[in-house]
DNA sequence: TTCTTGACTTGGACTCTGTCCATCGTAGGA
DNA sequence: TCCTACGATGGACAGAGTCCAAGTCAAGAA
């Protein structure tokens, strides 16, 4: 993953410190930060760097496929920079933990015909919900 | 589904103008309206009940399971009152249509034990996005 | 190397969704 | 009919995210 830059330099993106410092942000262990989180940890390395700059960065990264958004709940999304391995999530309904899980099975395949209302169905997410080891 | 108004006083529920208000609006047409939908709605029989009101017995109406929380986005959450039935979610990703559909298979299944890191899961989301025919 | 320019960043105001709380009103039992 | 505890009110507040005008700077051109 430590060619996150260089893909993006390789798309045209204007690399400029920020943008650098979110990157490597992502770039580093692979937990769901929410936007908040990866403000912080950036402005570690870059003090002044601004919510608005974050905000556009992980947006555009999102729009380039290089990160995916998950809203588990009605709170704040968290962005996950393993987009490129088709995976789903586990949440701790309590203490809001996310682990990626890959579930065998199609779920795609699991939707009749008759139950698409003439969508053209891309995708399906699949959140499990239960408790983590630390909140049972 | 008119039978709504008499469980909840069958469970002890205080019964308000207000509170039969919401209550009414979900009981109408099957649709997935946002708890700021539902205050317009309810404020058209009722013109003066409050936003906090309707916050408020949307909040109970889900504990008590009569209504179901959908939050397909990370914008407003939306209150569904098919309850009752097990069903899943087909969203259009353009204009926010949500369908309710019924896939078949078991989700929870499909996650081998290996993958659930000693979480206890309960529960199984899932939403199917795409385009719906006026927006494909 | 310096210049130029348009893309990027900034921060503060603003919006949207939701919660909280002190006060007032009223459903329903005595 | 009266009481009172439960519910409603609305305004302040909070969290997450967006918008915008003005300033800054990356990177290609000369």
Avoid at 29 to 43: G, P
Avoid at 91 to 109: E, F, K, M, Q, Y
Wanted: some cysteine.
């Amino acid at each position: 993953m430590s060619d996150l830059l260089e893909r993006l330099r390789g798309r045209g993106w204007r690399m400029t410190s920020q943008r650098r410092a979110v990157a490597e942000v992502l770039d580093g262990e692979h937990v769901h930060l929410t936007a908040d989180e990866v403000h912080t940890r950036a402005a570690e390395r870059l003090p002044e760097i601004s919510r608005a700059t974050v905000y556009n960065t992980l947006g555009e990264l999102v729009s380039l496929g290089e990160v995916v958004e998950v809203s588990t709940d009605g709170r704040a999304k968290r962005y996950d920079p393993n987009a490129h391995r088709p995976h789903q999530h586990l949440v701790c309904s309590n203490c809001g933990t996310i682990r990626d899980v890959h579930p065998t099975g199609d779920p795609l395949a699991d939707l009749p015909a008759g139950e698409r209302f003439g969508f053209t169905v891309s995708e399906v997410v699949v959140t499990y919900r239960g408790l983590c080891p630390s909140c049972a």
